[in-house]
C-alpha cells in the first residue's frame, strides 16, 4: 500500500494504524515522490491526499491514469464539497474519504478496494480438470457437459475455486454464502454441499470435492 501525504503526522499515524492491521506502508510526501513511487511499486490501494507539494492529488491520480497504473486510488483529504468529490472520481479515483476520519471507516474502505482488485485480476473462467466455469456469466460445465446450479451452489462453487487446493474452513463458508450470523455447524451446509457434489462430481472423474475432517472442504485434484 501507498501512501501519498506531506503532512508527516497524519502520515505516522496512517503508518503505524495500519502496520496494526498487518499493513507496512510506503510513504510518498509529495507529487513526484508519490508518482515515481506509483509507477515503480505494485499496490494494493493507494491513498491519496488533494494538497500536494508539487502538484495536485487530482493532477497525480489523473497522470496515474495516463500512465495505465489501474490499482485503486483513495482520496483522503479536507476538501468535503461536492465538486471536489465529483472531480476526484472523475479523474480516476475509486473511492473518496474526508478528513476528519473515523480510522476503522479507512480501513473498510481500503479492504473493499483491495478485495475488488483481487476479483478483477481473476481470470474470468477457471478451470480444474474438465470443470469449467465462467465467473462472468455464471455458467458451470464438465466435461462439455452443462450444470445448471442455484444461487448458493454457485457461491460455494465460486469460493472453492478462488481457495483452490486450500481447505476452506466451514465459518467461511457460511458468512460467504449466507451471512456471519448462520451457525457454521448447522446442517444446511452439508445438504448445500451434498448438492453441489452431485452435479460436479456424480458421474465425472476425478473427483474434486473433497471433505476434510474436522476442517472443512477443498476442490482439487486428487493427491
Not at 125 to 150: C, F, N, Y
Not at 191 to 202: E, N, Y
Request: charged share 30%; aromatic share 4%.
Amino acid at each position: 500500500m501507498l501512501i501519498v501525504e506531506d503532512d508527516p503526522e497524519l502520515a505516522g499515524l496512517l503508518r503505524d494504524g495500519l502496520r496494526e492491521h498487518r499493513i507496512d506502508p510506503t510513504l510518498a510526501a509529495g507529487f513526484a515522490d508519490g508518482r515515481e513511487q506509483a509507477l515503480i511499486g505494485d499496490y494494493d490501494v493507494v491513498i491519496l491526499d488533494v494538497r500536494l507539494p508539487g502538484g495536485t492529488g487530482f493532477e497525480l491520480c489523473a497522470d496515474l491514469r495516463r500512465q495505465n497504473v489501474a490499482v485503486p486510488v483513495l482520496m483522503l483529504t479536507a476538501l468535503d464539497a461536492v465538486d471536489d468529490r465529483v472531480r476526484g472520481l472523475a479523474v480516476g479515483a475509486d473511492d473518496y474519504l474526508t478528513k476528519p476520519f473515523a480510522f476503522r471507516e479507512l480501513v473498510a474502505r481500503l479492504q473493499a478496494l483491495a478485495r475488488r482488485r483481487a476479483l478483477a485480476l481473476t481470470p474470468t473462467i477457471m478451470r480444474v480438470a474438465d470443470l469449467e466455469v465462467d465467473l462472468g456469466a455464471r455458467h458451470v460445465s464438465r466435461a462439455g457437459r452443462s450444470i445448471d446450479l442455484t444461487a448458493k451452489e454457485f457461491a460455494l462453487l465460486e469460493l472453492l475455486l478462488r481457495h483452490r487446493d486450500q481447505v476452506v474452513d466451514r465459518s467461511a463458508i457460511t458468512a460467504h454464502v449466507w451471512d456471519n450470523n448462520h451457525d457454521p455447524f448447522a446442517n444446511v451446509l452439508e445438504v448445500l454441499v451434498r448438492r453441489l457434489r452431485s452435479k460436479i462430481d456424480d458421474g465425472f472423474e476425478p473427483k474434486l470435492i473433497r471433505t476434510v475432517r474436522g476442517a472443512g472442504y477443498r476442490l482439487g485434484l486428487p493427491g
